[in-house]
């Protein structure tokens, strides 16, 4: 007799309509004897509770309702290579041509850099009927000649109106009416791990479909793409399917594909997608002005681990860390200083460092703003206009003063003598002459300039110690490294 039989069955068949029938079962007990001990008042088992049916959506049908408005794009140009002569054969444009040294002969002077024509082809997709069509700057970057060829194998000479490095998006028009076009969805209403589709031309092969789930949004990767919270998902993307479109279930697209990461240069099962939101706000400037602006706060930012939560005394680790605030910028202007923490923008929540730089660069130059700071242990607001993120202020110069001992920390500090703060331009701070201990295994170097701890500039050994006294588990230094200012978290609990 068995008794207490925990089953957990999971059956997949295809229903009505190629639906997959997806059943769990939980319940104790599939069968059980009837036992004459058994007290009359005993609980009976819960029924068994099927999960709700899964179906996979149509994606033919999405296929052929849009497939249509998904383009084909063949890019000529020209770039510059490098050619050294015979010796340098390797990066001869003209190679081992036969008839090499007969064009050698009439190309002018053996060295220094020759046009080379290139080719390459992406994707694209009309999002009005008379001829906007978006795709990648990338795709486009340094093209002399651009066609875009239709699904029914009609072929247009396009014009480049705009482009943006920044968020990888360029808009382009062709001299037609009445083209069928992609309906535009709402990066609010996607969800991770929700079904998606890509249209494109992988390696020219016009007219792919490709099919997987949303991995994640919000993505950021790294300096060169701030401006952009990328749809992270594992849709097989390939050269070629550089600017088509990401569609939802709906059919709508909700992003342009971009980027993959691959160690192969083919898909490894990450790939990245513009927003559609963001490529519509750079398609609007680009469309109005034929160019495109930025904000910018003026900060440079880090990531706001554990060891920087406990030593600003922050709940969760989230936010944008300060490290350093452009001299004259509009964050100095606003009343940032290096050590406060980034928490809220307009009301956003920043919860990655990189959410900070998305939010600010896609707003516009003198767009105001409010941000909500963590500053030594409290909440503050500041307020204050967005730059231009093509404006360039110049630094300001700097003078200051300021014994030599060792700290808990393990370092050796002195203040910067007058020579030292002239060379270097730093007001202020103490020089590490040695590091060791704590300090040195979280990275700090003799040579490094600290400018303060927790938040707080230290000119002298003695407010080194008041901070440290007050510190348990961590502390945060602001150390100035050549140009660069960073905070580095040193562990001491």
Known sequence: MKRGVLALAVLGAVGAGGAVIVQQNNAAAVAREPSAAAAPAQAQAPAPVAAPMITMPDFSVIAERNGPAVVNISVTGSTKTSYDGPQGRGRDPFGDDPMSEFFRRFQGPRGGERPAPTQGVGSGFIISADGIILTNAHVVRDASEVTVKMTDRREYRAKV????????????????????????????????????LAIGSPFGLESTVTAGVVSAKGRSLGPEDSYVPFIQTDVAVNPGNSGGPLFNTRGEVIGINSQIYSQTGG?????????????????????????????????????????????????????????????????????????????????????????????????????????????????????????????????????????????????????????????????????????????????????????SVNGRAVNTIEQVRDVMAKSEKSVALLIQRGDDKIFIPVRIG
């Open 161 to 196: 109106l705009g482009s943006d490095p920044k968020t990888d998006v360029a808009v382009l028009k062709i001299d037609a009416k009445n083209l069928p076009v992609v309906p535009l969805g709402r990066i609010s209403d996607l969800k991770v791990g929700a079904w998606v």
């Open 267 to 451: 898909y490894q099962g990450l790939s990245f997608a513009i927003p559609i939101d963001v490529a519509v706000k750079i398609k609007d400037q680009i469309v109005a002005t034929g160019k495109v602006a930025h904000a910018k706060l003026g900060v440079m930012v880090q990531e706001v681990n554990q060891s920087f939560a406990d030593s600003f005394n922050l709940a969760t680790p989230e936010g944008a860390l300060v490290a350093n605030v452009e001299p004259g910028g509009p964050a100095d202007k606003v009343g940032l200083k290096a050590g406060d923490v980034i928490r809220k923008v307009n009301g956003q929540k920043i919860v990655a460092s990189g959410d900070l730089p998305a939010i600010v660069g896609l707003a516009m130059p003198g767009d105001k703003v409010t941000l909500e700071v963590w500053r030594q242990g409290k909440a503050i607001e500041l307020s204050g206009k967005l730059g231009n993120a093509a404006d360039k202020v110049a630094d300001a110069a700097r003078a200051d003063d300021g014994a030599s001992s060792k700290v808990k920390l393990g370092l050796q500090l002195r203040p910067l003598d007058p020579l030292e703060r002239r060379q270097s331009g730093i007001a202020s701070g103490l020089l590490i002459e040695g590091a060791g201990g704590a300090a040195a295994y979280a990275g700090v170097q003799p040579g490094d300039v600290l400018l």
